[in-house]
T-cell receptor, first 112, second 112 residues
């Protein structure tokens, strides 16, 4: 059975802090790893990672994948209150079916 | 930016009744999915759909569930005889070949 484990499950920081969110996985037929931000409703796409060691960046957010050790990290620098959300890690697996297996998420709270 | 739209945003139904949840995927996407999230739990895969047929379904997706793409734009999830445990947020997603899945805002289904 495919498994995705995120840590920590929750995190409280002050504005301006840097945070690192972790995601480890065990899946058959790995295709990619994705990060999503979930505020009140839809998971919003952040990054899709398919290759080891290549950092993806978008503003203050960055992510990297290690396919040998089967994990990924999501970094957020200079956090803002608007970064408060649940961050979901999901792994895409399977032959041609592209289904996602999600972790439980990390609830990030950024206090002013 | 194109987005996945879902209707209704909230559906309240008596146990045993049939419900149809509707989704309009992003127009150039070819792969369609349904996921559900029971309150406080992980997002779970239900079914994937490509080329007018189901590609894969999870154990949750039993005979009470069905999906359809009745025309060129809509993608529906039907639950024939709802149970209390079907109460959840249902998300529709769509993707291109090899691209990330984009999610709609979800339909909150409440079974009384």
């Amino acid at each position: 059975e495919d498994k995705v484990v995120q840590s920590p499950l929750s995190l409280v920081v002050h504005e301006g802090d840097t945070v690192t969110l972790n995601c480890s996985y065990e899946v058959t037929n790995f295709r990619s790893l994705l990060w999503y931000k979930q505020e009140k409703k839809a998971p919003t796409f952040l990054f899709m990672l398919t290759s080891s060691g290549i950092e993806k960046k978008s503003g203050r957010l960055s992510s990297i994948l290690d396919k040998k050790e089967l994990f990924s990290i999501l970094n957020i620098t200079a956090t803002q209150t608007g970064d408060s959300a649940v961050y979901l890690c999901a792994v895409e697996s399977g032959g041609s079916n592209y289904k996602l297996t999600f972790g439980k998420g990390t609830l990030l709270t950024v206090n002013p | 930016e194109p987005e996945v739209t879902q209707t209704p945003s909230h559906q309240v139904t008596q146990m045993g009744q049939e419900v149809i949840l509707r989704c309009v995927p992003i127009s150039n996407h070819l792969y369609f999915y349904w996921y559900r999230q029971i309150l406080g739990q992980k997002v779970e895969f239900l079914v994937s759909f490509y080329n007018n047929e189901i590609s894969e379904k999870s154990e949750i997706f039993d005979d009470q569930f069905s999906v359809e793409r009745p025309d060129g734009s809509n993608f529906t999830l039907k639950i024939r005889s709802t149970k209390l445990e079907d109460s959840a947020m249902y998300f529709c997603a769509s993707s291109t070949t090899g691209g990330p899945q984009h999610f709609g805002d979800g339909t909150r289904l409440s079974i009384l």
